[in-house]
């Protein structure tokens, strides 16, 4: 009985350990990506791991063309995630300078200033490895590891069979990657909508050819791929276990990368920092919370986003108003009079400027945002017309 529903059966922990020491480690896209979005020291360890299996690594051809098709995309949101907190400094800074009612030129104010925006540079320096796409440190040590161990690139008929199976695949909810479903209808680029069960097929193919069992360590936390039961994760999809003994007749297992972590560190002398799980769960939480919003506008229709936004544009036009006439107030009853400003209304007026300046700049954005919006539904019923 065993035999027959053994797709259904979880490998006992002996099991593991055995499928771990012989199998092939495979990752996937993200846990590549994911080393440019990490500290130093959790990055660091994780390319340490990753070369101990140096003899049992292989990735597929497809995680390769999408690793290096998004790696410059990567490399530059990170970058501006510094920018970005650097703005959201002097948003706090401002903030201090408005509810303690200081002065922007107060030393405090500089100080705390400095220190802040030492302290940013620092860390940025220490855990910012790549800034650009021509010196890429991580790139030329994934090259080196997976020398030799990547895939070929199959050809047109192949991938073509893959894409049409696909289709009867995503219809019936068979994993994976039927929640990428999608994808391609938003892009000229099937492979973004198909890519991963091409890279399934090519797991399952490398393996039979091979004779291998794999361990598949995944960043994707999604159920086209995870048996996911009252919340909880049990293992990988039944119908995935099933497809690849079936294919192969070898053993599958996934991990999450926090979960490849804590086996890693039972497995071995040379351990993982256990911050480096803290940070993990923590990237896997965020892209939680993005997929969570993602789906909540999912089913908003162009029209119903436009007008939400002209909403929203139309209350940000209505404060940035106020504090003009705020400013103007102030100005006709001090400033055109030639009376200098206590130090209490200046202190006001210049925080309603700061306010008034940071209100405009988003209006600016939404409206940039509110165009967009209207080119595209503009497109799309032309499309629809034809």
């Given amino acids: 009985m065993k035999n027959t529903i053994k797709e259904f059966i979880e490998p006992t922990n002996k099991e593991k350990q055995e499928l771990w020491q012989k199998a092939v480690f495979v990752f996937d896209t993200n846990v590549l990506l994911n080393l440019y979005r990490y500290s130093a020291k959790t990055r660091k360890s994780l390319l340490a791991a990753f070369e101990n299996f140096k003899d049992r690594v292989w990735i597929p051809y497809q995680v390769a063309y999408e690793y290096m098709r998004k790696r410059c995309e990567v490399i530059y949101e990170t970058v501006q995630r510094y920018e970005q907190f650097k703005k959201e400094m002097e948003n706090f800074t401002n903030k201090a300078v408005e509810t303690l009612?200081?002065?922007?030129?107060?030393?405090?104010?500089?100080?705390?200033?400095?220190?802040?925006?030492?302290?940013?540079?620092?860390?940025?320096?220490?855990?910012?490895?790549?800034?650009?796409?021509?010196?890429?440190?991580?790139?030329?040590?994934?090259?080196?590891?997976?020398?030799?161990?990547?895939?070929?690139?199959?050809?047109?008929?192949?991938?073509?069979?893959?894409?049409?199976?696909?289709?009867?695949?995503?219809?019936?909810?068979?994993?994976?990657?039927?929640?990428?479903?999608?994808?391609?209808?938003?892009?000229?680029d099937d492979n973004n909508a198909y890519g991963d069960l091409i890279i399934w097929k090519q797991i399952i193919k490398y393996a039979k050819e091979n004779g291998v069992g794999i361990v598949y360590?995944?960043?994707?936390?999604?159920?086209?791929?995870?048996?996911?039961?009252?919340?909880?994760?049990?293992?990988?999809?039944?119908?995935?276990?099933?497809?690849?003994?079936?294919?192969?007749?070898?053993?599958?297992?996934?991990?999450?990368?926090?979960?490849?972590?804590?086996?890693?560190?039972?497995?071995?002398?040379?351990?993982?920092?256990?911050?480096?799980?803290?940070?993990?769960?923590?990237?896997?939480?965020?892209?939680?919370?993005n997929r969570r919003y993602k789906k909540r506008n999912e089913g908003i229709s162009l029209s119903e986003k436009i007008a939400r936004t002209e909403d929203t544009i139309e209350k940000i036009q209505n404060r940035i108003l106020r504090r003009r006439k705020i400013?103007?107030?102030?100005?006709?009853?001090?400033?055109?009079?030639?009376?200098?400003?206590?130090?209490?209304?200046?202190?006001?007026?210049d925080n309603t400027k700061v306010k008034r300046e940071e209100l405009e700049e988003i209006y600016e954005k939404k409206l940039e945002e509110l165009n967009v919006l209207k080119q595209t539904l503009s497109?799309?019923?032309?499309?629809?017309?034809?």
């Avoid at 086996?263 to 990237?283: F, P, R």
């Avoid at 102030?330 to 030639?338: C, D, T």
């Fill in 217 to 289: 360590v995944t960043h994707d936390q999604k159920e086209d791929w995870w048996n996911i039961t009252k919340g909880k994760t049990i293992g990988p999809r039944i119908e995935l276990r099933k497809e690849f003994i079936t294919e192969t007749n070898q053993e599958f297992h996934m991990y999450s990368m926090d979960g490849f972590i804590n086996t890693y560190n039972k497995m071995n002398e040379n351990q993982i920092d256990k911050s480096a799980i803290d940070e993990v769960i923590g990237l896997e939480k965020a892209d939680k919370k």
């Fill in 327 to 349: 400013m103007e107030d102030i100005e006709n009853k001090y400033q055109k009079q030639g009376i200098e400003l206590p130090e209490n209304i200046q202190f006001q007026y």
């Fill in 101 to 188: 009612r200081l002065t922007s030129s107060d030393e405090e104010v500089s100080e705390l200033k400095r220190y802040l925006f030492k302290w940013l540079d620092s860390n940025k320096d220490r855990n910012l490895l790549v800034v650009n796409a021509d010196e890429d440190e991580i790139l030329d040590k994934i090259l080196t590891i997976f020398d030799g161990r990547v895939g070929s690139q199959i050809d047109d008929k192949e991938l073509n069979a893959i894409k049409e199976e696909g289709e009867e695949r995503y219809k019936q909810s068979i994993p994976p990657g039927f929640k990428d479903d999608k994808k391609k209808k938003n892009s000229e």
């Fill in 379 to 386: 497109e799309t019923e032309i499309i629809n017309s034809l």
